[in-house]
C-alpha cells in the first residue's frame, strides 16, 4: 500500500524566500548601524537631503546583496529604469541585487524613494 505525500514543498519554499528577505534586510541595516557610528565619531559635515541628514557624498562605499518580493512575486531592479536614480544609494551595471551606498548614514528607504518607491508598514 502507498503513502500519499503532502504536499509540504510550498510551505518550506515560501519560509526559504522570507528568511532570504530578512537575511537581506538586517544586512542592509547593518550596514547603515555600522555607518552611523563610524560617522557620529567623525568631523564629516552632514548632507540635508529631502530631510533626511546623511554623510556626505564619499563619505562611505558599502554593497549589500539585497531581494525584494512582494506577495511571493520577486522584483527585478536590473533594467535600466532603476540604476543610478541617486548619487547617495543605487543599483548599477544592470545588477539588481547589490545595493551601492556612498555616504554614511543614508537609510535603505532613500533607494526606495530615488526609483519612485515608498515602503509602508502594511
Not at 519554499?13 to 542592509?28: D, E, G, P, Q
Not at 529604469?81 to 543605487?90: N, R
Not at 545595493?99 to 509602508?120: C, D, N, T, W, Y
Amino acid at each position: 500500500m502507498k503513502k500519499k505525500s503532502g504536499n509540504s514543498g510550498g510551505k518550506g519554499r515560501k519560509n526559504t524566500k522570507w528568511i532570504i528577505v530578512s537575511v537581506a534586510l538586517i544586512a542592509v541595516l547593518a550596514a547603515g548601524a555600522v555607518s552611523a557610528v563610524t560617522f557620529s565619531s567623525s568631523n564629516s559635515t552632514a548632507v540635508r537631503n529631502n530631510e533626511i541628514e546623511f554623510g556626505p557624498l564619499g563619505s562611505a562605499h558599502d554593497h549589500a546583496a539585497f531581494l525584494v518580493i512582494i506577495d511571493g512575486k520577486r522584483i527585478d531592479f536590473a533594467p535600466s529604469k532603476y540604476q543610478l536614480k541617486s548619487q547617495y544609494i543605487h543599483v548599477e551595471n544592470l545588477i539588481g541585487t547589490t545595493l551601492h551606498k556612498h555616504a554614511l548614514l543614508v537609510p535603505v528607504g532613500e533607494f526606495f524613494k530615488s526609483i519612485g518607491m515608498e515602503v509602508k508598514n502594511d
